[in-house]
């Protein structure tokens, strides 16, 4: 995520701005107006726009409306009443920032942003091929997704592979721990819970989405159906 344009009639915002972002190393076009913006967005790939409201020739608004990619958006304004930020964020902003602002605000927003996108493609990129590349190592307790192998202890490879086998249904919590850890849910008993835990928690340590493995409130368990 490193191409920014910045939509800002003020030059000396403009100027600010380009300094800062590329201090940290981004890649900076600039617009004064909403057609600059409209026309830049069409020739070139953005990954975040900054996008002021008050413009002339064509308003941050309009652009919010005629803009046809879906790149977030954080806009940046003096007007900062309610309906202000509510017509935004129902026009697709993804942020909003009041001027006066600091640079260090921006970029923590910035940061913010770039976060849930990671988090979005890390909980969506197995949808397409998880099934074909999910690897079993019997022998060792690993597990082999997307290239990315995750060691587990015998306990938890064996309920992965369980739900694994069984994704897209729910699996009760009874019928895990009678056939994976060989004996009967007792009412106060977390064995289960505790390993189900620690297998997501390799998950994520593995960069690999820890909802991979479902809680199904007062059902049980389930793999992400693909």
Known sequence: MKNVLVVDDDLVIQSLLKSCLEAEGYAVSLASNGNEALAKLKLSSMDIIILDINMPSLDG??????????????????LDTEQDRVNV????????????????????????????IALVRNEHYLNDDLAMDVLFDDSNY?????????????TEFKLF??????????????????????KELGQFDRNLDMHISNTRRKLAATQLPKSLINTVRGKGYSFAEQ
């Open 142 to 154: 690993s597990v082999s997704i997307s290239a990315k192998e995750v060691c587990f202890t015998q």
């Open 61 to 78: 608004i309009e652009v919010l409306k005629l803009r046809q990619d879906k790149t977030p958006v954080i806009v940046i304004s003096s």
């Open 161 to 182: 592979k369980y739900l694994f086998e069984r994704k897209g249904n729910v699996v009760a919590k009874d019928e895990l721990q009678l056939r994976v850890l060989q």
């Open 89 to 116: 964020f129902e026009l697709g902003a993804d942020d909003f920032l009041s001027k006066p602002f600091s640079q260090r605000e921006l970029l923590v927003r910035i940061n913010a942003i770039k976060r849930r």
